[in-house]
């Protein structure tokens, strides 16, 4: 599954990275990201590492994720990737989350966040709950961006 979504804000492309290169800051504008707390790195982790936990309400359902993601890059302030690395041994479906930051006219900038995931826990509806959660999370990041 491949997930992109948009959003343009009214602020510098550094104010606007600084929400998204860090996964502990995601839980103050993003819903499906109810906790993400910084872990001890390990060896051979390419940056640093969060514990994030992912929570998706689907009708009477909710489904939730407890997930291992390391920064694979760093390229501020325009480019922040995330990646799924487990030091358990055990074979792992993939979630790479992407972020770039563009700016645009004006004293602007534009966020593109990609989401890759290979995997099938969620099932097909999660494609259109990512873009929905994420639509309804928008006014949180401006205004945290705007502040």
């Known amino acids: 599954m491949e997930v992109d979504v948009n959003l343009e ?20 504008w993003l819903d499906l990201v109810p906790r993400a707390e910084p872990e001890p790195p390990v060896e051979g982790d390419p940056g640093p590492a969060w514990s994030v936990d992912l929570r998706a309400r689907i009708g009477p359902l909710s489904r939730s994720k407890r997930l291992r993601m390391v920064r694979s890059v760093h390229d501020a302030p325009r ?5 799924r690395l487990e030091h358990d041994g055990r074979e792992h479906s993939d979630w790479v989350l992407q972020a770039t930051v563009e700016p645009v006219a004006g004293a602007g900038s534009r966020l593109t966040m990609h989401l890759h995931y290979s995997g099938g826990m969620f099932g097909p509806v999660l494609e259109k709950k990512l873009h929905d959660e994420v639509a309804r999370c928008r006014p949180r990041l401006l205004a945290l961006v705007t502040s």
């Open 79 to 83: 480019v922040a990737r995330f990646q």
């Open 9 to 28: 804000a009214p602020c510098a492309p550094e104010v606007l990275f600084a929400w998204v290169d860090d996964l502990a800051r995601y839980p103050r």
